[in-house]
């Protein structure tokens, strides 16, 4: 039996001695908050809760409520409970300086010392404490001191600055990281971004300060949904994109719904439904962000032309044409670029049929594309070129297999599953065809694929 992975919290360590699961702790500290809440309310945490204590996943420490639980529990300070079980244990009541202060942090803000003719953000919490709670007696606070502690609860809530700014900033790294980083580096850092912006969310946290961490909890699950959809995870990248769509009707942002709208329709387009693509593509159309528009006109020419509507799709290829965006890449979908465009031309003309005008699309996307880093857009052009060989009165399945074959040299160690998925989607129809398995190209292609690839719906795009 393998050893028990190390406790990463002398909570989670007491919960293992008592033969606990998670489950069973959130149950017993459930209990043991009955009526210590505001009001004698009962003071109750989730599992999702519960799992970031364990494992240490706080930006700072819990609601004082939630603490006083943990002491009565386990009879420890919470600071203590929720550090590594062999964490040096230090007076709280000093200051790097060896000043005393109130020590007491706030719900999500580091413990610090403020100058003393400022009540600073530790201070207003002991205040909330003794304001708001019940008093040792159980009798109710009046009703004058308990909207002053209300209020003070809601300033406190407001996340310093500083935290704020540095989930800004890995926003801003995303917009280019995120093509020219192999996606597994990509996920930890993702979702825990995403957790800390969610756990600020959980508080009172009001005004300009919830607009603000709503569009940037918005933009990490809308991060990790495309992350996702790239690795092939269908069930992940839906869960992470529906809740980016309402984080992003919450802050009233039309970039992060529209690139929501965009992945969407590709998720739709890709398991085979091309009409709801298309639908959620025109439908976000409307009020659609300038960087949003071109790449949802993209998403309906693809859609249009496999559904046999090449009036609509070359319609949208004109749209996509018209619009495209010639600034900096914003938080969201991959920029849709000259090269966007030139990758979307050979996508569509090769779904309606027509690859030898798709060829030339493709090679001009490929040869923007060239030495940018760009893993998945390179690879996305190189089966573009593959179906422009098959979708042609004379196809050329060598020439065909040799596209993928590239494609899936560049999606090597980058971890985009989709790319295998699609290679082997464009192979089966290769090895169906009567006289074509046999063919050198095909034969080297399929040694570059999975011994059990993805299984794919009957309707996928190939």
């Known amino acids: 039996m393998p050893p028990a992975p190390t406790a990463r919290t002398l909570l989670a360590q007491l919960i293992r001695q008592k033969r606990w699961t998670v489950d069973d702790f959130v149950r017993a500290f459930n209990k043991a908050g009955r009526q210590s809440g505001p009001d004698g309310e009962d003071h109750t945490i989730s599992r999702r809760q519960a799992t970031r204590w364990v494992g240490g996943r706080l930006p700072s420490l819990p609601h004082p409520a939630s603490r006083r639980v943990l002491e009565t529990m386990f009879a420890t300070d919470a600071e203590v409970l929720l550090a590594p079980p062999d964490a040096p244990v230090r007076d709280r009541s000093l200051t790097a300086e060896g000043v005393a202060v109130a020590a007491s942090a ?221 600034g900096a890449s914003l938080p969201g979908p991959n920029v849709a670029s000259q090269e966007f465009y030139e990758a979307f031309s050979a996508i569509t003309l090769s779904y309606l049929g027509r690859g030898d005008e798709a060829e030339q699309h493709a090679r001009t996307s490929l040869q923007l594309v060239a030495d940018s880093g760009r893993h998945v857009q390179a690879a996305g052009s190189q089966l573009a070129l593959a179906r422009a060989f098959l979708r042609r009165p004379a196809p050329d399945p060598e020439q065909a297999a040799g596209a993928v074959t590239d494609a899936l040299r560049v999606a090597a160690g980058n971890d985009h599953g989709r790319t295998t998925i699609r290679a082997t989607a464009i192979y089966r129809r290769l090895i169906a065809t009567p006289g074509w398995a046999g063919l050198p190209a095909i034969r080297d292609l399929a040694s570059h694929l999975p011994a059990s690839p993805h299984a794919l719906p009957a309707a996928a795009a190939v």
């Open 106 to 326: 706030s719900d999500h803000e580091q413990t610090g010392s403020a100058p003393s003719e400022e009540v600073g953000s530790s201070r207003r919490r002991d205040l909330l404490g003794a304001g708001v709670l019940l008093t040792a007696t159980g009798s109710l606070i009046d009703p004058v001191t308990r909207a002053a502690g209300i209020s003070r609860a809601i300033a406190a809530s407001t996340p310093d600055p500083l935290t704020l700014a540095q989930l800004q900033h890995g926003i801003h790294q995303l917009t280019t990281r995120y093509a020219l980083t192999p996606h597994a580096e990509l996920v930890g850092p993702i979702e825990r971004a995403w957790d800390n912006a969610e756990a600020l969310l959980e508080t009172r946290v009001t005004g300009t300060s919830r607009t603000d961490l709503e569009l940037v909890a918005g933009q990490y699950a809308y991060y990790r949904g495309q992350l996702a959809f790239d690795m092939g995870d269908e069930q992940t990248a839906l869960t992470f994109l529906v809740l980016a769509a309402q984080h992003a009707n919450a802050a009233g942002d039309s970039l992060l719904s529209g690139s929501v709208a965009v992945m969407r329709s590709s998720c739709a387009f890709f398991s085979g439904d091309f009409g709801r693509s298309a639908a959620l593509a025109q439908q976000g159309q409307a009020g659609a962000h300038p960087y949003v528009a071109p790449l949802l006109a993209g998403c309906l020419a693809r859609a249009l032309a496999q559904l046999g509507h090449a009036d609509g799709a070359m319609a949208a290829l004109g749209t996509l044409h018209d619009t495209v965006w010639d």
